[in-house]
């Protein structure tokens, strides 16, 4: 695996658990219309990471990422939308006719999507650092992707225009900083987009990683505002248990991809073809590994043995 595979499995994988922890944070307090746009855009920003995830550790069973790529792509049609509506449900100033045509134009997208005629995910692109799935190409593609760029880029400038314009009106500082989050968060993954280019036959590697790490940037921003200003009036309480918790998920799920790298790697060079070898370096890998595991769940204990949490 390149560096760059490696970087973008572990952004996406990180993205994944943050996304997820901070969509369930609002669906189990979120009780208002806007509650649930946002929740859907998490949803698929969470499907997003999660294929990439796939895509970085399958990256060479090239006969499934297109597969992946369509599971990770389409319900991204729905975001512009989702992300309109909600700054618009958000600030109490809905401009309906903004809205319903937004979703008409997904809707309409979604159809020739359907029927093969457009936007199909078919085959890979093999690059120096990794492989990814292939979106089709044609005389006119590049008129069609510059112009979903400026629609996506478009639409979340202006679903933060908006924002900006009500956190003027508003008169609380709590308010407004909600406000100034949310805009922030948008704004990141507005140029997030950046990462799609390498399926379209970019050869610029970083771009993948960038965009990933963009979207983790999103989350970190949303989980923050939750936390320390309580976004969406949402309330998390963190106990020690609670907080144990995670740190132990996050050793099982470090200790779980290092081995996975280091097992593939060593099978790479060895030879897979040879089960006692591939065998042996399962065993390399675990041995490697699980006393370096044994150290850090020592340490989590001992941290939490000897102080008192206070929240």
């Known amino acids: 695996m390149s560096p760059i595979v490696i970087v973008t499995a572990v952004e996406s994988g990180f993205g994944f658990l943050l996304t997820s922890a901070i969509l369930y944070s ?8 806007y509650h649930y746009l946002f929740a859907a855009f998490l949803l698929i920003c969470a499907i997003w990471d999660l294929g990439i995830f796939l895509l970085m550790l399958r990256n060479n069973h090239v006969e499934e990422l ?3 790529g369509r599971f990770a792509v389409y319900p991204c049609l729905f975001i512009p939308a989702l992300v309109f509506h909600f700054a618009n449900l958000y600030t109490g100033r809905p401009i309906k006719w903004a809205i319903l045509l937004l979703w008409i134009s997904s809707g309409v997208c979604l159809i020739p999507i359907i029927f093969g005629m457009f936007y199909q995910i078919e085959g890979y692109y093999s690059y120096d650092w990794g492989n990814i799935f292939r979106m089709e190409s044609s005389d006119i593609s590049p008129f069609i992707y510059f112009f979903i760029f400026i629609f996506w880029v478009g639409v979340f400038l202006s679903a933060c225009w908006i924002l900006y314009k009500n956190s003027k009106r508003v008169t609380s500082q709590v308010e407004r900083r909600h406000h100034y989050y949310i805009i922030a968060s948008l704004m990141v993954v507005a140029f997030a987009i950046v ?6 036959g970019i050869d610029i590697g970083f771009l993948l990683p960038l965009g990933m790490f963009l979207n ?11 936390i320390k200003d309580r976004l969406f009036d949402i309330t998390v309480i963190i106990k020690k248990g609670m907080l144990f918790s995670i740190l132990a998920g996050a050793v099982i799920f470090i200790y779980s991809f290092v081995e996975h790298l280091l097992v593939t790697f060593i099978g790479e060079k060895v030879g897979e073809s040879s089960t006692a070898l591939h065998l042996l370096s399962v065993a390399i890998g675990i041995a490697v590994l699980m ?3 044994n150290r ?5 204990e001992g941290y939490f043995a000897h102080r008192k949490l206070v929240f």
């Open 26 to 33: 609002v669906l189990k307090n979120g009780r208002k219309n």
């Open 296 to 300: 850090i769940e020592k340490a989590v």
């Open 216 to 226: 983790d940037m999103f989350a970190t921003i949303i989980g923050l505002a939750i």
């Open 66 to 68: 297109d597969v992946i």
């Open 195 to 200: 990462k799609t280019m390498v399926t379209m």
């Open 291 to 293: 006393p370096l595991k």
